[in-house]
Structures are given as C-alpha cells and as structure tokens.
C-alpha cells in the first residue's frame, strides 16, 4: 500500500455492513426503530424530571445527565449509520468525520465518570444514609457533573486532533459503522506507537479506573443489602444492582475491548458488533434500567402525563 500524505483529504468510505447487502434494508428498520425509542426513551427522562421539582435530587440529576448523554452518543453515530446502510456508496467528508470522532469521545468519556459518580451516590445513600446530605451536597454534586464534561471535552479535543494529524493511506476506506478511533487510525501510514501508548493509558485511567471504583462501590453496597432485616428490600435492592452492573458491564466491557487495543487482531464484524453494543444497545437499555424499575420516576411520568392531558382538556 502506497502511502501519502494527505492533510487534505476529502472524504472517507464508511463500509459499514455493506458486506451484508441482503440484510442492509431489515438491518436499516430495526436500527432506526431502536434509535427513535432510544431518543424517546432518554428525552422522556430529561423532561420529567425537569419538571419535576420533586426529583431535583442527585440521584435523579445524574440519571437526567446520564440521559442526555446516552441520546447524543447514539445520534453521533447512529444517523450516519443509518445513512450508511440506505446507501449504495456511503461517503463521509473529512469535516464530519472528525466531528463524529470527536462526540463519541466527548459522550463516551463523559458517560463513563458519570455512571462512577452514579454509582458513588447510591454507595453514599445506603451505606451512609444518615450523612448523605452532607457528602452528596449541591457543591459535590457540581463538581462530580462538571469534572465529567470536561474530561470528556479534553479527551476528545486531544485524541481527535492527534488523530487527524496523521497521514492517511490507501483507498480510505474506514472498515467499521463509524469514525471511531480505531477504524481511522488503521488507515494511517505513520509511525502511531506513542499514540497507542497514550490512548492505552488513557483507556485505564477513563475507563477501567472508573469501572473498578464502581465494582467496589457495589461491592460495599452488596454487604450492606445483605445486612438489611426485611427480605423484599434486599430482593428490590439486588435486582436494582444487577440491572445497573448488567448496563456498566456492557458499556465498559466493549469499551475496553475496543480502546485497550486501537491496532487489535479482531475481526471488523466483531469491532463492529461490539460497537453496536455500547452505541446502540446501551443508550436503549439505561432508560428502562433507571426509570421502569423506579416507583418514584414512573409516579413522575404519570404526573407529568396527566398535566398534559389535563392541559389540553381545558
């Protein structure tokens, strides 16, 4: 493969599944499908608990950042796959890969110092429920929200300028459903070793640190269920914990899988699948996870709900 130096390249070829063109058109409605009640879902969220005074607690506005970004992580990726599947030659210019570049990152770091601090949180509210006022105050709530914007901005800014600084080579053809890191690094024809060193490094402090400080967040919460006297609140309590560590281990299983190795041997279709799985099937699972299982957001939805129809009946 002859390489060039090509600052100035136009556009990419995202690939996609377009291996699969018997599947493409089922492929295309299933995943739109998934998307819009992803959209609903997420801004279902967002919007009663923003009308809710009662829910400006916390908890329930890391679960309404958690949504916001959970919606636009799945529409930095998901609108241009789907554009992809419609189409015969799917082009992306040079400008709007690196814009979507840069928001998977943005939203994916973002999500995951949030889902760290959510699970903080709840350690706080069960193991220390009588000092929780104090350690979970509106400052510490600030700090934990905006320390989680910015370093996804930071990251984002740094590893997407490092990686469009690099020459490209080939037919551009990005083997994967989107501009993820990755996928654009393999096309580069440079030396890309202290990249990969940093985003290694990168991957286990924004990814794997978090992780492991959620495990340990459970694991004091998981004792204390255990020391609860009433049988249905440890039952409620342990089914609350699985939903949330089933959603967290998704998310951050395929992110390290994916980010640990930017050059890893994996097969495209399974960088592909395990891409789906944290752009598609978890910003689908978080709203029924937080809210279907909550009596006080479903009591909201129905308030809500009810004052809209009371509204149009006047």
């Not at 249905?232 to 640990?260: D, E, N, P, W």
Request: glycine share 4%.
């Amino acid at each position: 493969m002859k390489g060039q130096n090509d600052s100035s390249v136009a556009e990419f070829i995202l690939l996609g599944f377009s291996h699969l063109p018997e599947l493409r058109v089922h492929m295309f409605r299933v995943f739109l499908v998934i998307y819009l009640v992803t959209l609903t879902g997420n801004a279902t969220i967002v919007t009663v608990i923003f009308l809710d005074r009662s829910l400006h607690i916390p908890m329930y506005l890391f679960l309404q950042n958690l949504s916001v970004v959970e919606a636009s992580f799945s529409t930095a990726i998901m609108p241009e796959m789907l554009v992809v599947l419609s189409s015969e030659k799917a082009t992306i210019s040079f400008g709007r890969c690196f814009a979507q570049m840069y928001f998977i990152l943005l939203f994916g770091v973002t999500e995951c110092f949030l889902l760290g601090a959510m699970a903080f949180d709840r350690f706080a509210a069960i193991c220390h429920p009588l000092s929780y006022p104090v350690i979970m105050n509106k400052r510490v709530f600030m700090k934990l929200v905006t320390f989680s914007w910015v370093s996804g901005i930071m990251v984002a800014t740094v590893q997407t300028t490092w990686v469009f600084s690099f020459p490209f080579c080939g037919p551009r053809k990005i083997n994967h459903i989107s501009c993820e890191t990755p996928a654009v690094l393999e096309l580069a024809c440079a030396d890309t070793f202290l990249f990969e060193v940093y985003a290694f490094t990168g991957t286990i402090l924004v990814v794997l640190v978090p992780f492991l400080l959620i495990l340990l967040s459970y694991t004091r919460i998981l004792f204390a269920i255990l020391r609860m006297p009433s049988t249905t609140g440890r039952q409620k309590a342990f089914s609350t914990c699985a939903s949330h560590l089933t959603s967290v281990i998704l998310f951050y299983g395929t992110a390290c899988m994916t980010y640990l190795q930017p050059k890893s041997r994996l097969s495209p279709d399974t960088k592909k699948l395990m891409s789906l799985a944290y752009s598609l099937l978890t910003p689908l699972l978080n709203p029924l996870i937080y809210s279907l299982r909550n009596k006080e957001m479903k009591r909201a939805v129905v308030k809500v709900w009810q004052r809209k129809v009371a509204l149009h009946t006047i």
